[in-house]
């Protein structure tokens, strides 16, 4: 990774995208625990997860066709002022409570953090593509990414339990300003685009590239499939833990714990695979994230179902940055910003229909059914893009990645 942190602009980029984590983990947390001491109510807390983790999908693709025009750093920089602007409204609201006004600001806040996820990839992609070393940043990103993910929510519930949920939201919006100060002043971010077509047209345009393309449409299909199913066993973990395993709250934290551990060792592992094949590194990790599932549905004991999620944790730290990096090889460097757009809409959306799914799929059978049916429709959909993958070109399998395969067939 050291290749891509040489770059100067990209070592900023990474730097910042490590300590949004960090941010959205604070308000996150925060948000959570204020809703419900406020409310005490089961449907207020969902109705903050729809506001911050799924209304946002339907405004990202369109965000990101009308920033990318504006360069990098007073796009970023604006989107994280804006999301300090709405932390700070969060943290007043604490004190005069109001269910529709906190929805309100965690859906803005929601649709900024998305789209400024969006924008960074698209940077990346044209600071580190012509250096040969997009995988290397990716990498970097990735090991930030599940740092965060791990340290993250312990940072957050700390400051949380001592400060409350107001200084948890003004710790998040001086985070943001310090970040967007930081890229403001950053020379050597991307320019943005050079098309000036009308934001719409533009839209329509990555919609119909989407559409089109030989690997953006099953790669982004695929994956809304997948995370699904990665999602369907998050809110039925704690159920899975107490009831299933009978293992009580350290139980519960213990399995979160293996699999966060595991993400980071994912990480690390897709950071020294520069020379292998995007293709079979996203599959083989996926399948071990379907197997770690099918373990956890068969482990009698806390200490087996931990190893599996260790095994998981471990395939979901090299699958998503996996996916993301054959996106990024196989799309025209014109197209980045809005493939990126749409591909995070997927991934805000998605996994709202998998807690759904889990929860209906426990309460009609059980934690270890729900394990088990997520686990073997993973293992499917890799065989069945395997198949249609190698239907198509018997040579795909001996080619660098996805983007090659996309450049083959042209």
């Excluded at 700390?158 to 400060?163: E, F, Q």
Aim: some cysteine; charged content about 10%; hydrophobic content about 55%.
């Amino acid at each position: 990774m050291r290749r891509a942190l040489r770059i100067r602009s990209f070592r900023v980029l990474a730097g910042a995208y490590t300590l949004n984590e960090l941010g959205d983990w604070l308000a996150t947390i925060a948000l959570a625990v204020l809703v419900y001491d406020h409310t005490g109510d089961a449907l207020a807390t969902t109705a903050l997860f729809i506001s911050t983790k799924f209304l946002p999908s339907l405004l990202v693709p369109a965000l990101s066709a009308h920033l990318e025009r504006i360069p990098v750093a007073r796009t970023l920089g604006a989107l994280y002022v804006a999301e300090a602007i709405a932390f700070t409204g969060l943290a007043l609201s604490a004190s005069a409570f109001s269910l529709v006004v906190v929805c309100a600001l965690a859906f803005a806040d929601g649709t900024l953090a998305v789209t400024g996820r969006a924008v960074t990839r698209a940077a990346t992609v044209a600071l580190l593509e012509p250096a040969g070393v997009l995988r290397e940043g990716n990498a970097a990103l990735n090991v930030g990414f599940a740092t965060m993910n791990v340290a993250g929510p312990a940072i957050a519930g700390v400051v949380v339990a001592t400060g409350g949920s107001s200084l948890a939201l003004v710790l998040a919006a001086a985070l943001f300003l310090g970040l967007a100060a930081l890229l403001l002043s950053t020379r050597g971010l991307p320019h943005g685009t050079t098309d000036d077509a009308p934001w719409r047209e533009r839209l329509r345009g990555g919609a119909a590239y989407v559409w089109a393309h030989p690997v953006a449409r099953p790669l982004i299909a695929a994956e809304a499939g997948l995370l699904v199913l990665f999602m369907l066993v998050m809110p039925i973990e704690v159920i899975y833990a107490k009831q299933t395993l009978r293992v009580g709250d350290a139980g519960y934290a213990a399995l979160v714990t293996a699999w966060g551990v595991g993400l980071v060792v994912g990480s690390i592992v897709f950071a020294r695979l520069r020379n292998r094949s995007l293709l079979g590194v996203a599959g083989v990790s996926t399948v071990a994230i379907g197997a770690a599932y099918l373990g956890m549905s068969a482990a009698p004991s806390l200490e087996l179902a931990c190893a599996a999620a260790v095994v998981g944790g471990t395939g979901n730290g090299v699958q998503w940055v996996a996916v993301v990096t054959a996106l990024q090889e196989a799309v025209d460097a014109t197209m980045q910003a809005r493939v990126a757009g749409f591909f995070e809409a997927v991934a805000t959306a998605m996994p709202g229909l998998g807690f759904i799914l889990g929860g209906t799929l426990t309460a009609a059978m059980s934690p270890r059914a729900a394990f088990a049916i997520a686990g073997a429709g993973v293992l499917l959909v890799v065989a069945a893009g395997a198949f249609l993958v190698r239907r198509r070109d018997p040579q795909a399998g001996r080619l660098r990645g996805l983007g090659a395969l996309a450049r083959y067939q042209r």
